[in-house]
């Protein structure tokens, strides 16, 4: 029996293995990476290295045996139909007969078009008859804090949230809830809402960036087609850059906020504060 983790070379992923090489032998892991370079750091410590990728479904064929516990973290490439490429690992950990799999979604609540393809997995996750974990995963402080250089340069966090709050956690924080899962009992055929213990508004953010750097950094609340255009002007495409717009209209409806406390009591203590991820960013 193995704990499998895809996209194990991931910014979650990575997290997910640290987590696991705490609480179980090196041997009972196996990284589902694309790269065997990557992963290399991994395999040097013991881990098992399977792989394979999303977009070529026989790479799967030999990844899972029976009584496997798996988590298939979201894919990333929005535009090669995600829901097909999850697919392919649920397939494939149906056919080998796997105990669990735990999949990385998005809050019951948001509405927003980034929703539309965990919706989809879901479903299908649910149709196949696995024993499943659903991880809704809330908004992650990174998503904020990993471009600070404009905010810095501009003074200004530019956002189409309005006054609207988010239940943000770290990445860290959510690993630690997947690794909780994964080596835990009791949680098969749940869902988790995960998300920050104290949600916060972009005004607060920017103050706390105020705080800590000494400059005066504002909350700039603009219209969605004014962030849309900032943010293609900025290189993002424009199919992308309209699924973040749709995110801040669902924070400015406060469908981004959490308050379910699942993911403190999975992993036993609590969400890491906005502060403290803001000053681990900035020392980059």
């Known amino acids: 029996m193995s704990i499998v983790v895809t996209g194990a070379t991931g910014h979650l992923g990575r997290f997910v293995i640290e987590g696991l090489l705490e609480k179980v032998p090196a041997d009972q892991i196996t990284a589902v990476v694309r790269s065997e370079e990557k992963a290399a750091g991994f395999a040097a410590r013991g881990v098992k290295l399977a792989i394979a990728d999303y977009n070529a479904p026989e790479t799967f064929d030999s990844v899972f045996s029976a009584g496997d516990k798996v988590l298939l973290i979201s894919g990333n490439e929005f535009d090669k139909g995600r829901v097909g490429q999850h697919k392919v690992v649920l397939d494939a950990a149906k056919a080998a007969g796997v105990a669990l799999l735990a999949y990385t979604s998005a809050p019951g609540s948001l509405s927003a078009a980034l929703a539309d393809d965990h919706r989809g997995t879901e479903a299908a996750i649910l149709e196949s ?116 717009v749709g995110v801040d209209a669902s924070i400015e409806k406060g469908e981004l906020v959490v308050a379910t406390g699942d993911l403190s009591r999975l992993t036993g203590r609590p969400t890491t504060p906005i502060a403290e991820s803001i000053a681990a960013a900035l020392k980059g």
């Open 129 to 244: 008859g696995v024993t499943y974990a659903l991880l809704r995963n809330g908004w992650y402080h990174e998503n904020c804090t990993e471009n600070l250089a404009p905010v810095l340069e501009h003074g200004a966090v530019v956002q189409a949230a309005g006054e609207g709050r988010i239940s943000a956690a770290s990445r860290a924080d959510y690993a630690a809830a997947a690794v909780a899962v994964l080596t835990g009992e009791g949680h098969e055929n749940k869902t988790y809402e995960l998300g920050g213990d104290t949600a916060f508004g972009f005004a607060e953010y920017a103050a706390e960036l105020s705080r800590q750097t000494g400059k005066e950094i504002a909350y700039n609340a603009v219209p969605g087609e004014v962030y849309e255009g900032i943010l293609t002007g900025a290189g993002l495409p424009a199919p992308f850059a309209a699924i973040l």
